[in-house]
């Protein structure tokens, strides 16, 4: 394996320090450095061309990647709407970094320790960062997506001792339920109601996305979750098998949830109204 195929396994960029423990030592890095093969970013990192920019912005910068872009960057499910930009951390005490404009910069200190010559930060720092970044609804979106991605237990998140009162307040609510981020957006916002709530209560032999009171069932259809015509077929089937049995029944789409939620709350509260939720 040569510097360039070392350098691709990390997004092609790496520390100079790092290449030297992996055999490749300063003759060599001239060597590529001086072909063009690679070029010095900082004095410390060695980059290929086409590496990953967000990474060399942070080598550059000296921070490292976090919040929203470390979300982005791990498949974290990002509410529409919430505009990510790129998100660098540095510690308290460092110098301002010069990065894109777009950049948000967050001044602090890691919460979990990183590896030796991470450009990233950890899951628990980004979601430390989220917390205080965005909305709180928007910031539980992210990590109950985290917790699923991440295969992360609500124990552990609610151990961690995490440093403001939005991520502490984040810690406390989430509980690994939700199976989209629809499905947090609407039970962050109905919860507010005071009516008993249950996420993936099982009926009829399957879940249901929320089951209000008693008789009111809840299912939200995401992109993903429910694009074919077999799943179709199947969620219709199981909708009209829970009709028989005494519930209601309620469909809403993605678009629905996103663009037009006062339709669906209004909706939903209608049947409240009705005695939907109550058992008879």
Not at 12 to 35: E, K
Not at 91 to 110: I, L
Not at 139 to 152: C, G, K, M, T
Request: some cysteine; glycine content about 6%; overall charge positive.
């Amino acid at each position: 394996m040569d510097l360039r195929e070392w350098l691709s396994r990390s997004d092609g960029i790496g520390h100079r320090d790092a290449a030297r423990l992996a055999g490749f030592g300063p003759r060599q890095q001239t060597r590529c450095i001086a072909s063009g093969e690679v070029h010095v970013v900082r004095r410390a990192w060695l980059a290929l061309p086409d590496a990953d920019a967000e990474l060399v912005a942070a080598a550059g910068a000296g921070a490292r990647v976090t919040c929203l872009s470390l979300a982005r960057r791990r498949g974290w499910w990002i509410p529409e709407g919430v505009v990510s930009g790129r998100h660098f951390s540095v510690k308290p005490h460092g110098r301002a970094p010069r990065v894109c404009e777009d950049a948000v910069v967050h001044w602090s200190q890691s919460i979990a320790p990183a590896p030796p010559f991470a450009l990233t930060e950890s899951p628990e720092d980004a979601l430390a960062h989220i917390a205080s970044c965005v909305s709180e609804e928007a910031a539980l979106v992210v990590w109950e997506s985290a917790i699923r991605v991440e295969s992360i237990s609500v124990d552990a998140l609610r151990n961690v001792r995490w440093r403001s009162l939005a991520a502490r307040r984040c810690a406390e609510q989430v509980n690994g339920l939700s199976d989209s981020g629809l499905e947090t957006i609407a039970v962050t916002r109905l919860s507010r109601w005071g009516i008993p709530i249950r996420q993936q209560a099982v009926l009829a032999r399957k879940p249901v996305d929320l089951l209000i009171g008693e008789r009111l069932v809840v299912q939200i259809d995401g992109f993903a979750h429910h694009s074919s015509s077999a799943q179709r077929s199947r969620d219709l089937a199981h909708d009209a098998e829970l009709r028989l049995r005494g519930y209601t029944v309620l469909r809403f789409t993605y678009s629905q949830v996103v663009h037009d939620w006062p339709t669906v709350e209004r909706t939903i509260a209608r049947a409240i109204a009705m005695g939907a939720h109550v058992a008879a």
